[in-house]
């Protein structure tokens, strides 16, 4: 099972961008799945995450401003990023948490899978 992020790039203040991770393999269910990002010289921290049933939950710096959701049939899951300012400057990863894949003959579970990280530059 991998995850594989795109999207990332440099945008100037007020600006949109659309992130999209997609996971591969041979998956039969995803629960909940996700955005972090790090900022240079700060901790990961989430930014957004949506279970299966499409619960959702944004940490408070981006309520209003970034919408996260996901395509349950292609595994993929996106955050689209609105009003960017230069704090949200990051690698923003994705993450996976209780996937469902098979692993012939039996199925197996994957916990915390991440993706490599993209880059999102908010600058004028």
């Known amino acids: 099972v991998q995850l594989q992020a795109s999207g990332g790039g440099l945008v100037q203040p007020g600006g949109s961008l659309r992130l999209s991770c997609a996971a591969f393999?041979?998956?039969?269910?995803?629960?909940?799945m996700g955005w972090y990002r790090q900022a240079p010289g700060k901790q990961r921290e989430l930014v957004a995450r949506?279970?299966?049933?499409?619960?959702?939950k944004y940490v408070d710096s981006t309520k209003g401003r970034f919408t996260i959701s996901r395509d349950n049939a292609k595994n993929t899951v996106y955050l689209q990023l609105t009003m960017l300012t230069p704090e949200d400057t990051a690698v923003y990863y994705c993450?996976?948490?209780?996937?469902?894949?098979?692993?012939?003959?039996?199925?197996?579970?994957?916990?915390?899978?991440w993706g490599q990280g993209t880059l999102v530059t908010v600058s004028s």
């Open positions: 393999g041979s998956i039969d269910s995803i629960n909940t």
């Open positions: 993450n996976a948490d209780r996937i469902r894949y098979r692993c012939d003959p039996y199925m197996c579970t994957r916990n915390n899978q």
């Open positions: 949506i279970t299966s049933g499409g619960d959702t």
